[in-house]
């Protein structure tokens, strides 16, 4: 057993692609977790999709044993986060498992959206952070002009900051030794009754649910009954271990460590993430306080392509759900698509990897709806509704108000591109409430209508500035906001997968466009098809697909040729309009994938 004393608890945070994981590898490499030929890069991302991508999904736990120069043994729990927006929330539960966070800045790059983001999440629970430089063996890196951009933007003290370079190991000794000098050691007693948080929870195929906890009070060991206390439920541990990074039975976890039990649950909505555990024969009587349960934010409908694989999404998606609880669904079916689920995601890339995952781990083709928010709506009788989906929007006379949700988007950008993002800013409704200086750097601060936000503000952002800005967000809640449900009709039938909330201002200009692309993509049947856009009874744009045209003249030579030609055509007229009303339109995939990739910049 080690004295509490000598451990420390650490989480690794910065922006995306500043080097977290591959500084996990060296500090792993250098405390002898991992033989030689053990060590591969990113070590501790472990799904295929991560190391493709080259970004961190899931947080990952390491304990190491250190020897510091003056010869004592410390014992180190890393967190490796990941720094992607999106999964922010991964972020927040593993810092409230740590005391300190060694913070990674790239040196050629310098502070950027994530950084800040994860920073102030870090120094809201009083954190000590560790400044760490990494990159240093590039050219373009700067470190005097790094370290006053910390200073300046962050507001932390530079003077003790380490250079380093994940991919030489300089620099990484001088980490270890700070972080036996700087970071505090846990407070906790082994005597106490057990206080023990649950910090994450996963499936595993052999195991059942396995869980991540940190042990505040007291111990926890193996064959002892445990009690949550979100659910009152009492189960037995069956089995303790850390990961040194791989796993490792132990007999018990002291106050203070960080490890992982299994105790044969087999549902994962079982484990609350941010729940307190206690021994059930000594329980205790206030719980920690946890975190907010993550909530999705962006909604999609997700169809297969060939209705018999309906089944085999089911089955793929409770899967997925079964190691990620912040993803949700919920069956729908619509007329155009079939069967299929609506799912909840924290954002675009959340969504992104999630599908990527279904096509690539189950074999199933796709097709996604547009990706919308939830908004909520104020009926007149006082009822508060959320929405989702725009088709089941209620009658708009029964509606009071329509509410959407708002974000407070940090955005880091040199400052020649600074002009062209206030103007997509503005052009998305946005409202500017801040904008200040760190070197020839601009950071801006915009209220952001969530809607507008989440189709392509990101791409878009990133082209528009060669790659240079970072933009992080925050959500805010729902305000009011003057928004319409627009219907698309093809042959005067509404086409429920392609009904959008939508700014009024916008409605028109978006209705045109979205008409003008089904045009093109809908091929031409043997009767005119008109395609329109609609807010409740009122057309707002049209246009129509021309009917295949038969040549039924050509036989009629001669004399009273004009009566029998007028006949004809009335006769084909007839037909025509018999082929159109009992017609089925039929709208290829092709026409919804397009519609989809319309530009939403009007």
């Known amino acids: 057993m080690s004295e509490i004393s000598h451990i420390r608890n650490f989480a690794i945070i910065a922006h995306i692609d500043h080097g977290k994981s591959t500084i996990a590898d060296r ?23 991560e190391r493709e991508r080259g970004i961190t999904i899931k947080a990952q736990t390491v304990k190491l044993n250190y020897t510091a120069k003056d010869g004592k043994k410390y014992i180190f729990n890393i967190i490796d986060t990941p720094g992607h927006v999106d999964f922010s929330y991964e972020v927040s539960r593993s810092l409230y498992a740590c005391e300190g966070s060694i913070l990674i800045v790239d040196s050629t790059q310098g502070v950027e959206a994530q950084t800040l983001a994860n920073v102030y999440q870090a120094l809201d629970i009083n954190h000590e952070i560790i400044p760490v430089l990494n990159k240093i063996d590039l050219p373009a890196s700067d470190i005097d002009k790094t370290n006053k951009q910390i200073e300046d933007v962050i507001g932390i003290d530079t003077s003790n900051s380490v250079p380093c370079s994940g991919k030489t190991g300089e620099g990484v000794e001088e980490i270890l030794e700070q972080i036996v000098q700087k970071l505090p050691a846990p407070k906790g007693l082994s005597n106490e009754k057990l206080k023990c948080l649950l910090v994450d929870s996963w499936y595993d195929t052999y195991l059942g649910v396995v869980i991540l906890v940190r042990v505040i009070n007291g111990k926890i060991s193996k064959n002892m009954k445990i009690k949550m206390m979100s659910t009152n439920q009492e189960y037995l541990i069956e089995k303790v271990g850390v990961f040194t990074p791989k796993p490792k039975d132990i007999n018990e ?51 297969p392509v060939d209705s018999s694989e309906y089944q085999k999404l089911k089955d793929g998606l409770a899967k997925l759900q079964l190691n990620d609880a912040s993803f949700s669904f919920d069956a729908e079916s619509s007329s155009a698509l079939g069967l299929g689920f609506r799912c909840g995601f924290l954002g675009l890339l959340h969504l992104e990897i999630i599908t990527e995952r279904l096509e690539r781990e189950f074999d199933i083709n796709l097709l996604t709806t547009t990706p919308g928010v939830v908004y909520k709506i104020h009926l007149n009788n006082g009822e508060i509704k959320d929405l989702q989906n725009p088709s089941s929007l209620p009658d708009p006379t029964l509606i009071k108000i329509i509410e959407e949700p708002w974000i407070k988007a940090t955005i880091i950008t040199p400052d020649q591109y600074l002009g062209s993002i206030i103007k997509i800013c503005q052009n998305k409704r946005g409202v500017q409430t801040n904008l200040s200086y760190s070197g020839n750097r601009a950071v801006i601060s915009y209220e952001l209508p969530l809607n507008e936000v989440v189709f392509d503000f990101n791409d878009r952002l990133k082209s528009m500035t060669s790659g240079y800005a970072s933009f992080d967000y925050e959500i805010l809640g729902h305000r ?29 200009a978006t209705g045109r466009e979205v008409c003008e692309k089904l045009k093109d993509l809908i091929p031409r049947h043997n009767f005119m098809i008109p395609i329109q856009a609609a807010i409740g009874g009122k057309i707002i744009a049209r246009e129509t697909i021309k009917g295949y045209k038969k040549d039924v003249l050509t036989k009629i030579h001669g004399g009273g040729a004009v009566d029998r030609k007028r006949k004809l055509l009335e006769k084909q007229k007839k037909g025509k309009a018999r082929a159109k009303q009992f017609g089925k339109v039929e709208i290829p995939q092709e026409a919804f994938i397009g519609v989809l990739k319309i530009n939403k910049e009007n």
């Open 253 to 303: 976890l002291n106050s203070g460590e960080i490890g992982f039990i299994t105790t044969g649950i087999k549902v994962l909505s079982d484990t609350k993430v941010g729940d307190t555990i206690c021994d059930a024969s000594h329980p205790i009587q206030e719980a920690l306080p946890g975190f907010k349960p993550s909530k999705p934010v962006v909604f999609c409908g997700l169809f």
């Open 27 to 49: 500090i792993i490499h250098k405390c002898g977790g991992l033989s030689e030929r053990e060590m591969k890069a990113q070590v501790l991302d472990s799904m295929d999709i």
């Open 480 to 508: 009011e906001g003057d928004l319409v449900k627009m219907n698309i009709l093809v042959n005067s039938e509404s086409v429920d997968a392609l009904a959008m909330m939508i700014h009024k201002d916008f409605a028109q």
